[in-house]
């Protein structure tokens, strides 16, 4: 996103957007668990989280490796 912001340049945006849905995700997750102690439902939000947790892990990774390849292609080298 900082990138986005100093270069100005517009191949990065679907970045820009692909980390700020990661961004939301772990927003959600951390919402998730401040609420937790308080919460009956224990259990099923904490397994509510994991799940979270693993969505948010192949986003990230899906994300980076988009990424890489952009910056390899910018670079004149194969992905």
């Known amino acids: 996103m900082e990138?986005?912001?100093r270069y100005d340049d517009p191949e990065l945006d679907p970045f820009v957007e692909d980390f700020g849905d990661?961004?939301?995700q772990w927003d959600?997750?951390?919402?998730?668990l401040t609420a937790y102690r308080g919460a009956d439902d224990?259990?099923?939000r904490l397994?509510?989280?994991a799940a979270?947790?693993?969505a948010i892990?192949?986003?990230?990774q899906a994300a980076f490796e988009r990424l890489l390849v952009a910056a390899a292609k910018r670079a004149g080298e194969s992905a």
């Open 42 to 44: 224990g259990r099923r």
């Open 57 to 60: 892990a192949d986003a990230e």
């Open 3 to 5: 990138a986005r912001q």
């Open 22 to 24: 990661v961004q939301r």
């Open 47 to 49: 397994e509510s989280v």
């Open 28 to 32: 959600q997750a951390i919402d998730l």
């Open 52 to 54: 979270r947790l693993h």
